[in-house]
C-alpha cells in the first residue's frame, strides 16, 4: 500500500493527469456512437458540465450476434468529430487486434472491455503500444485475476493501466444488472499503484441508481469514474436504461464537485 501512481493523458484540452490526489476526472457519453448530432451535442454538454473524456463505443461487445454491434469505423470517424469541436479525451473499446491502430488514431485511451478481461494475446497486443489502458473487471473476475490481467500489460511494457470497476455478477440481478463492489476501492488501494476507475453504469444498469454510486465512490476514493450519458435514452441503441440524460449527468457532476472538496 502507500505510493500509488497517476497517470497522465495528454488530450487537445491539455493535460489530465488520473489518480494521486487529482481531483476526480470523469469520462462520460452514450454506451454507443449512433450519428454525429447525438455524439457531438453529448460532447458538448458533458465538456459543459466539467467531463474531460468522451466515452462512445464503436465495436460493441453485445452478448446477442444479431444485436446492434456498433457502428465500427464511421463511429471512430464522428468520435474524432466530436474530439475536434470539444477537445475532450477520447476513450473507445478495442475488441479486436486488427483494429488497433485506427482506434489509435482517435483513442487517447484504449477500453479494453470486461469480456476481454483475460484475453491475453489482446492484452499484450495493447501493452506493447504507448496509449494508456482502461482495463475493465470481468464479470466475474476476482481481484487476482483482474490484477494480473493488469500484469500482462505492464510485462509487455505498458505502464499505463487505469483499473475499472463495474460490477460483478452475483446471485441477485432482479433489481441491479451487476453488483458494484465499492469495496475494491480501498483493497486495490492496498495492494496496487494503479490508479481507479469506477462505472457505475454498468455497474447498477439503472440510470436512477448511477447518482448514489457514483457520489459514494467518490467518497470512498476513487480517481475517476465513467458514467454513460445519452440525449434522449429512451430511444437509445444500448444501454439507454442505465443512461444519464445531459441534465442529471450536471447535477451529478454538482455533488461530485462538493464531495471532492470534502474530502
Ligand atoms: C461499455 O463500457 O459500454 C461496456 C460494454 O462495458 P463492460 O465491458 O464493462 O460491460
Ligand atoms: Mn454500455
Redesign the pocket.
Known sequence: GGEYSEIIVSTPNGIVPIGKNHPTVVVAGP?SVENKTMIVETAKQIKASGAKFL?G?AY??RTSPYAFQGYGESALELLSIAKQETGLGIIT?VMDAGDLDKIKEVADII?I???NMQNFSLLRKVGSQDKPILL?RGIAATINEWLMAAEYILAAGNPNVILCE?GIRTFDTKYTRNTLDLSVIPVLRSLTHLPIMV?PS?GTGKADYVPAMATAAVAAGTDSLMIEVHPNPAKALS?GIQSLTPVKFNNLMHKIFVIDQTI
Request: charged share 55%; net charge positive; hydrophobic share 5%.
Open positions: 454506451c466515452r463505443g460493441k461487445p473499446e477500453q472491455g470486461a469480456r475493465k463495474r462505472d454498468h444501454d
